[in-house]
């Protein structure tokens, strides 16, 4: 605790008496000022205790002293120490009827207590408590390391939670909660996910408090880590500290600290020993993913060559089930080409949201860096890949709603059929034509399933086909604009009806044997045979392209 009046007016040696404001005593002292200034204001920071002796003042003036001791109070000075026998021998009433007034307290100091004793007690008082804080922090800083050694983040959390009379909880780098101290805390926390989100979009190392004194709602008391589940009032009402972690520009994961007050000293040194220890095992973590990452790419080229044996062998212990059960193949790509140097920077928001539903969910999931693209290999109908495909939609609905310009994180995303492992190179393929489709498309992410069931005349759009049905069927609408016949719309009849001559004559209106005339022409006219069906089949595709404008 730092010193307060109350521990000065009670301390032995310096003799002080309180003449008023006694009601006050409990305030912390930051400091002890002697100034004889008769408007010292503009030198005072907040939280002195004045000493004077009113060389300078006119102390018997109950106006004059009802202003000083209204500026003292506005200026935040907490105390007024007068000296008697100096140049009064006892305090002028006008300055104790303003003090009690303002509500300042005012402290009598006898002629043989100097006030250089006063500014040595209060800077004692306030080493000692600096010393207890640090003390105090050194051993939070052991525990907490001996907590994380022992029992992981989980321990390292209920550690901190205890340290600091609160709750603490860590949010990973999708933002989803992954650990919570005390149990009750986990709803709390998962309150706060827009919070965590708004903070994971600025560089690390970043901080935010949400509640509380300079938060964003009034702080009105929390439990402590030990107390029983609180309500929902006091669940709300905590003062919540926001911490980033990561040693790159992308937070990896969020702390979450809630207390009932401000952080004191050896409170906030285990807020951030925490921090570092919790980056520190991340970093750790990077590493070991570095690694598996390599050996994650030998696993996909065993796969895509065909040997799924060998890819089990080699890493069945590390990807379990991944190898043996039905998967999807992932391609992904950043949308701009500025991106593509870098593919994990603009894929980053992928690769956090599929590898933390796995790790949630128990799966194994590959995700292995291509050239310009990242491949991942997910257990169909599994956490991962169901966390990908929300993960997209969001992203399409920015895109979609006009705030996607600009985006760092806009990718297109391809998703094979379901396929095991013997089926890889194909499943590969299926998620590489996805892909295709959806740049094309303008879409974030395709399914090939989707392709399979629809339609293929959606992807008559492109711009190529069309500019090949143009050129195809240029000749036949020039020679109608004409006038001399109906070739375009005679040739869509005939074909429509499998080259039957009566029923496309009978849609048309008009004899077979005029419908045979026209065929005819449009075989001339473009110098290709009806009777091969490839040229039937491109002639039926220009036709629909066209008619799709």
């Known amino acids: 605790m730092p010193p307060t009046l109350a521990s000065l007016v009670h301390h032995s040696a310096?003799?002080?008496?309180?003449?008023?404001?006694?009601?006050?005593?409990?305030?912390?002292?930051?400091?002890?000022?002697?100034?004889?200034?008769?408007?010292?204001?503009?030198?005072?920071?907040?939280?002195?205790?004045?000493?004077?002796?009113?060389?300078?003042?006119?102390?018997?003036?109950?106006?004059?002293?009802?202003?000083?001791?209204?500026?003292?109070?506005?200026?935040?000075?907490?105390?007024?120490?007068f000296a008697v026998g100096v140049a009064y021998d006892e305090?002028?009433?006008?300055?104790?009827?303003?003090?009690?007034?303002?509500?300042?307290?005012?402290?009598?100091?006898?002629?043989?207590?100097?006030?250089?004793?006063?500014?040595?007690?209060?800077?004692?008082?306030?080493?000692?408590?600096?010393?207890?804080?640090?003390?105090?922090?050194f051993a939070a800083q052991r525990e907490l390391t001996k907590q994380a050694l022992a029992a992981g983040p989980e321990g390292l959390l209920s550690a901190l939670a205890s340290q600091v009379d609160g709750w603490a909880?860590?949010?990973?780098?999708?933002?989803?909660?992954?650990?919570?101290?005390?149990?009750?805390?986990?709803?709390?926390?998962?309150?706060?996910?827009?919070?965590?989100?708004?903070?994971?979009?600025?560089?690390?190392?970043?901080?935010?408090?949400?509640?509380?004194?300079?938060?964003?709602?009034?702080?009105q008391g929390a439990p402590g880590a030990g107390d029983a589940r609180p309500t929902d009032a006091a669940e709300n009402a905590d003062r919540v500290e926001l911490h980033s972690l990561g040693a790159g520009r992308r937070p990896r994961a969020t702390l979450a600290v809630g207390t009932a007050a401000a952080l004191g000293t050896a409170e906030r040194y285990a807020v951030h020993s925490a921090i570092a220890l919790l980056t520190l095992t991340m970093e750790r973590s990077r590493s070991l993913q570095a690694a598996e990452q390599r050996l994650g790419a030998a696993v996909l080229r065993m796969l895509l060559a065909g040997e799924p044996d060998h890819a089990r062998a080699v890493a069945g212990d590390l990807y379990g089930e991944l190898l043996d059960a039905?998967?999807?193949?992932?391609?992904?790509?950043?949308?701009?080409?500025?991106?593509?140097?870098?593919?994990?920077?603009?894929?980053?928001?992928?690769?956090?949201?599929?590898?933390?539903?796995?790790?949630?969910?128990?799966?194994a999931v590959l995700v292995v860096p291509e050239g310009g693209r990242l491949v991942a290999l997910a257990a169909d109908g599994g956490a991962a890949v169901a966390a990908c495909t929300r993960y997209a939609a969001a992203r399409e609905g920015k895109r979609t709603g006009?705030?996607?310009?600009?985006?760092?994180?806009?990718?297109?995303?391809?998703?094979?059929?379901?396929?095991?492992?013997?089926?890889?190179?194909?499943?590969?393929?299926?998620?590489?034509?996805?892909?295709?489709?959806?740049?094309?498309?303008?879409?974030?992410?395709?399914?090939?399933?989707?392709?399979?069931?629809?339609s293929v005349l959606p992807l008559l759009a492109d711009d190529a086909v069309k500019?090949?049905?143009?050129?195809?069927?240029?000749?036949?609408?020039?020679?109608?604009?004409?006038?001399?016949?109906?070739?375009?719309?005679?040739?869509?009849?005939?074909?429509?009806?499998?080259?039957?001559?009566?029923?496309?004559?009978?849609?048309?209106?008009?004899?077979?044997?005029?419908?045979?005339y026209r065929m005819r022409r449009v075989e001339e006219i473009l110098g290709r045979s009806l009777d091969d069906p490839d040229v039937r089949m491109e002639l039926w595709l220009a036709l629909k392209a066209t008619s799709a404008e």
């Open 91 to 137: 305090i002028p009433k006008a300055l104790v009827e303003a003090a009690q007034e303002e509500g300042l307290p005012l402290l009598e100091v006898p002629r043989r207590t100097p006030f250089l004793a006063i500014s040595k007690a209060v800077s004692a008082a306030i080493a000692a408590d600096q010393y207890r804080s640090v003390t105090a922090g």
């Open 467 to 516: 500019a090949f049905a143009d050129g195809l069927l240029r000749a036949l609408r020039e020679h109608d604009a004409t006038g001399r016949g109906d070739l375009v719309a005679s040739l869509r009849a005939w074909l429509s009806r499998h080259g039957q001559w009566d029923a496309a004559a009978a849609d048309l209106g008009v004899h077979r044997h005029t419908l045979r």
């Open 169 to 219: 909880a860590l949010y990973d780098a999708s933002g989803s909660v992954v650990a919570a101290a005390p149990e009750w805390a986990g709803r709390r926390a998962a309150r706060l996910t827009a919070e965590v989100e708004r903070l994971r979009e600025r560089p690390t190392p970043a901080s935010a408090v949400v509640g509380g004194p300079g938060g964003s709602a009034p702080a």
């Open 402 to 454: 006009g705030s996607g310009d600009g985006d760092e994180d806009a990718m297109v995303v391809g998703l094979s059929a379901p396929a095991g492992p013997i089926a890889a190179a194909a499943a590969y393929k299926q998620a590489e034509q996805a892909l295709s489709v959806a740049r094309r498309r303008g879409r974030v992410l395709v399914e090939h399933e989707q392709l399979a069931a629809g």
């Open 14 to 81: 310096l003799k002080l008496t309180v003449r008023a404001g006694g009601d006050r005593l409990d305030v912390p002292v930051r400091w002890a000022h002697v100034s004889e200034l008769a408007d010292p204001v503009p030198y005072m920071e907040g939280g002195e205790l004045l000493l004077i002796t009113a060389l300078k003042l006119d102390a018997e003036d109950p106006q004059a002293m009802r202003r000083y001791v209204r500026r003292l109070a506005g200026a935040g000075v907490v105390g007024l120490g």
């Open 326 to 363: 039905p998967f999807r193949v992932l391609v992904a790509e950043p949308a701009s080409a500025k991106q593509a140097g870098d593919p994990l920077a603009g894929l980053a928001g992928l690769v956090d949201v599929a590898e933390s539903a796995a790790a949630r969910s128990g799966e």
